[in-house]
């Protein structure tokens, strides 16, 4: 790449393992107010379990509303895993190097969040231990009945559970090397936890040679994964029929590359973040995110062609009803302005800015554009579920409005605290950038003489 | 002086890992692409009789349908437009693969870029088969489709209007990229191929100026052509196909043919690559490139099971009256048969009995075969989608759904013939466009020599690939 | 009754002189099995001279997936027909919704397999580092020979021809 840095081995392990090792203020201080916000979302959810669902704004007919937006959004916030690290990995593109663990580490995180808001969602969720035992348990066991296969709410747990575990394994088998760095690197407990996590790992051209074909094996079995997630999600919406908007069979493809689009936009955000609080502007540079920038044209481009037939395609039968909830998402209010700052803040605020080569190499500026892609994509999510909700069916005497309860904000944003604070205790742990990884882009790196021109060049196998 | 940050020096010492294509220079290029162009081999000649004699066979077709049915039943031309919608399936996107991997910045583009711009000739023949189509499209006043409270002709003026659009963006693609080319030939040629190669080389240089807008042209054009294509998909294919048969209310069909135009741009792509390859050319059209398409035609057929799925699903799981009828329809009834040779052919066949294996899909022979394969899949797929919908009764479009049972249009002689002549049509004009255009880009196979070293890397020789941007 | 074998290991400065130490050991008589290069991050294949390693991780994922489907079906197909209540119009053994479970199923037996394949197949988890040195991480490499006592003479002289930084030995049983 254009902007190398001369680092040794020992000098990026230094660098690296920092935020593990070393003790920084912020970091406590950070942690301690996330605590805070999980707190007052734990006593949030206490005093809905006690008192009911009542205590949110759901009520007939908006029965999903806060909680299964944000339950999708997260979701969409874990595809951007499997799209850094197995796709940049299957195209060999050098510049994923810093960001496929960060994105990977976020998917897990972000998955797990995901899964706590249908448990909040059931009210009693202890009952949920009745369901768990697929297929071995009856649920319920009064009646003594199987889980219904034909229910899109079990393709859920099913795809998001494999989707959990394979992004779990994932990273544990690429952390492997850099837990025997961690080892060597440390005494006590430390190197007792990383000894027994490293598994014995020496560093053998075996055990590199297969570390790297898993990386390539399990990013070619993860990706159908990763796409069969988030489509079944979108399953949830699409195989009903009786809501407007939502029985559309564009919907598998459109939520995917909506989650790749808030996922990319997520990662960039997080590793715009570890530069600035871990010190790592030498590994996470302006050309990394000069690619992620480009990349983020091409998805969020690929995402508005599929919201445009998807809006499209909702007026193509001339159903009156459909209609009408179209006109309510961009005409009514609040919905409108909700619609015009999703649209703007998904697609045409941040990707006319993105075509600007300074834009994408301004950190600050990739920053905040990346959060407002992450605000219009919350707001799509909301706007594809209440508004359709409101207006359900033809008789105008069910039809409600929805207004969300202060516990429905303190869960989200305690969703939020979850997320960002399990990263950063990640990042206590185990190091958030590939060691070997940035090793490794060290050897192959190399320089071709063109005329008076040196050009950066990398050494590949063929 | 060229240096590798981690080169060995003075080793005496077994080297293994000697890569298949070694370094080789500009000149080499040169004289080796130009030889070939001079002189490609009797093949030509023979593989431009077959094709021409199967254009006149589709053109003689083409006549007697139009004198015995006329124009103004759909029923009869089913086939015909199931024909022009596999041309834009695969011939009409084959520019794309040139232009997403320049996008991309991969180096292997460089040996196929021309052979896929050059299907853009192919796409002129594409446009000449569309003219009849419009005037069988019904007006869109008070029947589903995309173009709500337009005027009844919008179909047919803004569909022909992109097409030519898009014909012409990727006539320019290949123009432009052909310009370097053309400039240094003129040189060496008389008559009538110096005066085409002097209008279109024109008084190129090589100033570093050129180069830039050179650069800055190609990256315009592709974006536009990306574009463009693909919105162009998505109209001819609500209009010609998805509006005409009712209570197919489907978001992704769309997103699906053009998700097709890729697989038939990566399948189309290929054939070329081999057919070419076999009678030279082999140091630029090599296994990278075989390799790297391959992988990208497994994703797509992939792909387009997953997008057939999620339309099939939704559908499915509904179980509405009009989508109960478009199942019935397309897929259980009259249309079985064509719907089981797309699914075989553009997913089982080609996936899991050559390209998820890699030792196939790190071949030559493998994806070439895997890609003919795939291209009989497009024709069943097109087959199925677009006799269906042309094959509607006329009282029938605009219904809320299908009513009754519909039987299957059975092509006769005449459509075989029609098809055969439509394909012999887009083989004769990219036949005869290998003779005009060199079939491997010569200046970017110079630039590849620049950047493109092969070195010693301790005890085995590593490919050095220059990333200047 | 045990026998003695030695380990050495050599740890050099640079991949130029590692590879040197290679080719000394293969001139001396040491087959490829004989010794193993340690580094702290992957050198593309073969840059040592090493042998192309040979491995069947391909096989788990294979196995894994018909595991996996195997039992996604005895699930969906199993619970289904225990209790067969006809919901939504649709029949009991439904087959799309079972494709999609089976789907998941056989995608997460593939990747358990596969992550089982790969400990395995890097012959891990290992009890104890054998004879090992922490500066490998810190970018020596080290060339670590197993061999019989009277061979490692020769062993050492092979890699301090070849300009080794420092080496250590260890004396161990074979069972």
């Known amino acids: 790449m254009q902007e190398r840095r001369e680092k040794t081995e020992s000098q990026i392990n230094t660098d690296l393992l920092s935020a593990m090792l070393d003790n920084h203020l912020w970091f406590w201080i950070v942690l301690a107010g996330l605590g805070l916000v999980i707190l007052a979302g734990a006593a949030a959810a206490g005093y809905m379990f006690d008192r009911g669902l009542g205590v949110t704004g759901l009520n007939r007919p908006v029965f999903w509303g806060f909680f299964i937006t944000n339950f999708v959004f997260w979701v969409g916030i874990s595809h951007a895993g499997v799209m850094l690290s197995a796709i940049l990995r299957l195209a060999q593109a050098e510049w994923r190097r810093p960001a496929t663990r960060a994105a990977e580490v976020l998917t897990i995180f972000s998955l797990a969040t995901a899964l706590i808001f249908p448990l909040l969602h059931t009210g009693r969720p202890w009952r949920v231990f009745y369901w768990v035992g697929l297929p071995i348990l009856p649920y319920d066991l009064s009646r003594g009945i199987f889980q219904n296969v034909r229910s899109a709410l079990l393709w859920d747990p099913s795809a998001i559970f494999t989707y959990l575990t394979s992004s779990t394994l994932f990273v544990f088998i690429a952390l492997v090397p850099d837990l025997a760095v961690a080892r060597d690197r440390t005494t006590g407990w430390r190197r007792a936890l990383y000894a027994t996590l490293a598994l014995g790992f020496r560093g053998n051209a075996r055990q590199w040679r297969l570390q790297a074909i898993a990386g390539i094996l399990l990013s070619a079995l993860i990706l159908p994964v990763f796409v069969s997630v988030h489509s079944i999600v979108s399953w949830d919406f699409a ?21 790749v689009h808030s996922g990319v936009s997520g990662v960039v955000t997080a590793m715009i973040l570890m530069a600035w609080l871990f010190k790592w502007q030498d590994y996470i540079r302006p050309e990394h995110f000069d690619a992620l920038g480009r990349l983020l044209i091409v998805v969020a481009t690929a995402w508005f062609y599929f919201f445009f037939i998807e809006f499209s395609f909702g007026l193509f039968s001339q159903e009156p009803s459909e209609i009408a909830l179209r006109q309510t998402q961009v005409f009514g209010q609040p919905w409108g302005w909700m619609y015009l700052t999703f649209i703007m803040a998904s697609y045409f605020i941040p990707v006319p800015l993105w075509m600007f080569r300074r834009v994408r190499r301004s950190l600050v500026l990739m920053f905040w554009t990346t959060i407002l892609v992450n605000i219009g994509m919350w707001l799509e999510r909301f706007l594809i579920i209440v508004p359709s909700l409101m207006r359900k069916q033809g008789l105008t005497f069910v039809w409600g409005d929805y207004n969300p309860s202060p516990i429905e904000v303190l869960l989200v944003a305690a969703s939020f605290a979850v997320v960002l604070g399990g990263v950063l205790l990640f990042s206590k742990i185990f190091p958030l950038i590939p060691i070997y990884d940035a090793k490794e882009g060290k050897y192959i790196e190399a320089e071709i003489q063109v005329g008076r021109r040196t050009v950066p060049a990398v050494i590949r196998e063929e | 002086m060229e240096t590798t940050s981690s080169e060995s020096n003075g080793h005496n010492g077994h080297h293994r890992h000697m890569p298949e294509i070694g370094e080789y220079t500009a000149q080499v290029a040169n004289e080796e692409i130009r030889a070939w162009f001079g002189a490609p081999g009797s093949w030509h000649g023979k593989a431009l009789f077959v094709a021409g004699a199967l254009l006149v066979a589709g053109i003689v077709a083409f006549v007697i349908r139009a004198s015995s049915d006329g124009f103004d039943e759909r029923g009869p031309w089913a086939y015909y437009a199931a024909g022009f919608a596999f041309l834009l399936t695969t011939v009409g996107s084959a520019p794309l693969v040139s232009v997403a991997l320049r996008m991309s910045k991969a180096h292997w583009r460089r040996g196929l870029s021309r052979l896929s711009e050059l299907f853009a000739i192919s796409s002129i023949f594409m446009l000449i088969v569309y003219i009849p189509l419009p005037f069988m499209l019904p007006v869109v006043d008070d029947r589903p489709s995309l173009w709500i409270n337009w005027h009844g002709h919008a179909p047919h003026i803004y569909d022909s209007m992109l097409l030519v659009t898009t014909v012409l963006c990727g006539l320019a693609i290949l123009l432009i990229g052909a310009r370097p080319d053309f400039a240094a030939l003129k040189h060496e040629t008389k008559g009538i191929r110096r005066w085409y190669y002097s209008i279109i080389g024109g008084n190129w240089k090589g100033t570093k100026k050129e180069w830039q807008r050179l650069r800055a042209a ?34 992704i069909y769309p997103a699906f043919y053009s998700l097709t135009g890729l697989q038939g741009a990566l399948a189309v792509t290929l054939i070329a690559m081999f057919w070419v390859r076999r009678t030279g050319l082999q140091r630029y059209i090599s296994l990278d490139q075989f390799w790297g398409l391959a992988k990208l035609l497994l994703a797509t057929s992939l792909l387009w099971f997953y997008f057939w799925w999620s339309g099939f699903f939704v559908f499915w799981y509904g179980r509405s009256v009009a989508e109960v009828g478009v199942l019935e329809y397309m897929i259980k009834g009259a249309y079985l048969a064509p719907f089981l040779g797309a699914i075989a052919f553009s997913f089982f066949v080609p996936c899991f009995f050559f390209l998820i294996w890699n030792p196939i899909r790190k071949s030559i022979r493998g994806p070439a075969i895997a890609a003919t394969i795939v291209m009989l899949g497009i024709m069943f797929s097109r087959v199925r989608e677009y006799v269906a919908a042309f094959s509607i009764p006329k009282g029938m479009v ?21 098809l055969l002549g439509i394909l012999g049509g887009s083989a004769f004009f990219y036949l005869v466009a290998l003779r005009i255009f060199p079939a491997v880009n010569i200046w970017e196979q110079r630039e590849f020599t620049l950047l493109r070293k092969v070195r010693p890397y301790f005890k085995r020789y590593a490919v050095v690939l220059g990333k200047p941007d | 009754m045990a026998n003695k074998r030695r380990s050495v290991l050599g740890l050099f400065n640079d991949p130029g002189t590692a590879a040197d130490g290679v080719e000394a050991l293969q001139n001396a008589g040491f087959g490829a099995n004989d010794f193993e290069i340690l580094t702290g991050a992957p050198y593309p294949e073969g840059a040592f001279g090493e ?104 062993a050492i002289d092979a890699m301090q021809g070849a300009g080794v930084f420092e080496i250590k030995q260890e004396e161990w049983e074979k069972a």
């Open chain 2, 218 to 251: 190609q990256g315009v054009l592709g974006g536009l052509y990306f574009m463009m294509l693909i919105f162009t998909q998505l109209i001819v294919s609500s209009d010609y196909a998805l509006a005409l048969i009712p209570g197919w209310k489907d978001s």
């Open chain 1, 239 to 259: 195989a009903a029929v009786s809501v407007e908007g939502w029985h559309q069979t564009i919907f598998a493809p459109y939520f995917v590359i909506g989650a």
């Open chain 3, 51 to 154: 042998e192309p390693i040979k491995h069947r991780l391909y096989y788990f994922p294979l196995v894994g997936a018909v595991v996996g489907l195997s039992l996604a079906l005895l699930a969906t197909v199993g619970t289904q027909l225990s209790w067969p209540l006809v919901t939504g119009g649709k029949p009991v053994l439904a087959i799309p919704p079972m494709a999609i479970i089976s789907y998941e199923g056989t995608m997460l037996g593939a990747i358990l397999f596969t992550i089982l394949g790969i400990v395995f197949e890097s012959r891990l988890p290992r009890l104890g580092l054998g004879l090992y040195d922490a500066r490998i991480n810190e970018g020596k490499i080290g060339l670590l020979v197993a061999c019989e006592p009277d061979q490692m003479g020769s």
């Open chain 2, 398 to 418: 605009g219904s809320t759904h299908i009513e009754g049972i519909l039987g299957t249009n059975t092509p006769d002689a005449i459509d075989i013939l029609l």
